[in-house]
C-alpha cells in the first residue's frame, strides 16, 4: 500500500475521444509523475509536475497534457485519442522532486481505445 | 543518453530455486539504481535500492549490489516462493542532474515460481 490512488481503474474509449485520469497522492508530495506502459514494457515516462507546474516531460505530443491541484491530486488528459494509447497509465508522487527521491506509484489505470 | 538492459524472461523456477535477474545500466554519471517490482493487477512497488557504488540493497530475501566496474546491478533470492511471482523491473533515474526525476526502467522480467 503506497497511499497513491488512481482512479478509474478501466476505461474504454473510442478513437478520437478524450481521457481523464485521476491521481491522488500522498498528503505533503508536492511532486507527481506520469507514465505510460504499454503491454510487456516497461514504464515509459510521459511528465512531471512541481507545485503545479510542470518540470519536464518525456517523448509524447502535446495532446497528452497534464494539472496537478493544491490538495495534492493531479489529471492526466488525453485528446484525440489513438489505438496506440491504450496502456496502464500510472501515477507516482514523491516528497521532493531530487533524483534520490523514492517514487511511490498507484496501482494505475488500463485504459483501451477501440 | 542513460538506458537500462534487462534479462528478458519470462523465468520459471521451482519453489526454493536460486533467482537471478541481470540488470546492466549506461549512464554518466553515478546515479542511484532500483529494483520495481510489479505483482498481477498491481502497480509499481519500490522493492530496493541502493545509491551509491559497492552499495548493497536488500529487501523480504531480495539483494542487489551496484556494481560501478560492471555497471550492473543484478537482483538475486536465495530461495524463492510462490508468492514471489511478479514482473520485476530495474530503473535508474537522471545522471545528468537537473530538478527532473524521470525514471528509466528496463523491459521487466517475469518471474513465475512454481510450487
Known amino acids: 500500500e503506497t497511499g497513491v490512488t488512481q482512479s478509474p481503474t478501466h476505461l474504454i474509449k473510442t478513437r478520437g475521444q478524450q481521457v481523464t485520469l485521476r491521481c491522488s497522492s500522498q498528503?505533503?508530495?508536492?511532486?507527481v509523475s506520469w507514465y505510460q506502459q504499454a503491454l510487456g514494457q516497461g514504464p515509459q515516462f510521459i511528465f512531471q509536475?512541481?507545485?503545479?507546474?510542470?518540470?519536464g516531460r518525456g517523448n509524447f505530443p502535446p495532446r497528452f497534457s497534464g494539472l496537478q491541484f493544491p490538495n495534492y491530486s493531479s489529471e492526466l488528459n488525453v485528446n484525440a485519442l489513438e489505438l496506440d494509447d491504450s496502456a496502464l497509465y500510472l501515477c507516482?508522487?514523491?516528497?521532493?522532486?531530487?533524483?534520490?527521491?523514492?517514487?511511490?506509484f498507484g496501482p494505475g489505470t488500463r485504459l483501451l481505445v477501440l | 543518453g542513460d538506458s537500462v538492459t534487462q534479462m528478458e524472461g519470462p523465468v520459471t523456477l521451482s519453489e526454493e530455486a536460486f533467482l537471478t535477474i541481470n540488470c546492466t545500466y549506461t549512464?554518466?554519471?553515478?546515479?542511484?539504481l532500483f529494483w520495481y517490482v510489479q505483482y498481477p493487477g498491481e502497480g509499481l512497488q519500490l522493492l530496493l535500492k541502493a545509491t551509491k557504488a559497492d552499495d548493497k540493497g536488500s529487501n523480504k530475501g531480495f539483494e542487489a549490489t551496484y556494481r560501478k566496474e560492471t555497471t550492473s546491478f543484478h537482483l538475486e533470492k536465495g530461495s524463492v516462493q510462490v508468492s514471489d511471482s511478479a514482473v520485476y523491473f530495474c530503473?535508474?533515474?537522471?545522471?545528468?542532474?537537473?530538478?527532473?526525476?524521470?525514471?528509466?526502467f528496463g523491459k521487466g522480467t517475469l518471474l513465475t515460481v512454481n510450487p
Open positions: 530503473a535508474l533515474p537522471p545522471s545528468s542532474g537537473g530538478s527532473n526525476y524521470k525514471l528509466t
Open positions: 509536475y512541481y507545485r503545479e507546474e510542470e518540470n
Open positions: 549512464a554518466t554519471g553515478y546515479p542511484s
Open positions: 498528503s505533503g508530495h508536492n511532486t
Open positions: 507516482a508522487s514523491s516528497l521532493y522532486r531530487g533524483a534520490q527521491e523514492t517514487q511511490y
